[in-house]
């Protein structure tokens, strides 16, 4: 089994930046694909971001690449998504997940666990 608790959201003005932190614990954290995902208000869950176990691999949604980085401590047990240049469509709930290694990145039945979520809320 495998807690994850995501923190760091909260409202900003577009074009501002947010980092998201998620907090593991549970089995070994380092053997885990971390992913972070995002629900609307009447949309379907999405992919953001993904990292492998190794932190080596990354893979981004097309609507966030080069505004969004994902990364991971492996001593902290903790993934980030750091967020710049936020704009107003990406105000949503931010979930993060972990799912074993060797799974495709991007896809949501890779993920085991999930986190209760984050709202990041993006001003005009």
């Known amino acids: 089994q495998v807690l994850l608790v995501e923190s760091g959201g909260g409202l900003v003005q577009a074009g501002g930046s947010l980092r998201l932190s998620c907090a593991a614990s549970?089995?070994?954290?380092?053997?885990?694909?971390m992913g972070w995902f995002r629900q609307a208000p009447g949309k379907e869950r999405e992919f953001v971001a993904a990292?492998?176990?190794?932190?080596?691999?990354?893979m981004y949604a097309d609507s966030v690449k080069g505004r969004f980085t994902i990364s991971r401590d492996k001593a902290k047990n903790t993934a980030y998504l750091q967020m710049n240049s936020l704009k107003p469509e990406d105000t949503a709930v931010y979930y993060c997940?972990?799912?074993?290694?060797?799974?495709?990145?991007?896809?949501?039945?890779?993920?085991?666990?999930w986190g209760q979520g984050t709202q990041v809320t993006v001003s005009s």
């Open positions: 549970g089995r070994p954290f380092g053997t885990y694909t």
């Open positions: 997940a972990a799912g074993w290694t060797g799974r495709p990145m991007g896809a949501m039945t890779t993920y085991d666990y």
């Open positions: 990292i492998n176990w190794s932190g080596g691999v990354t």
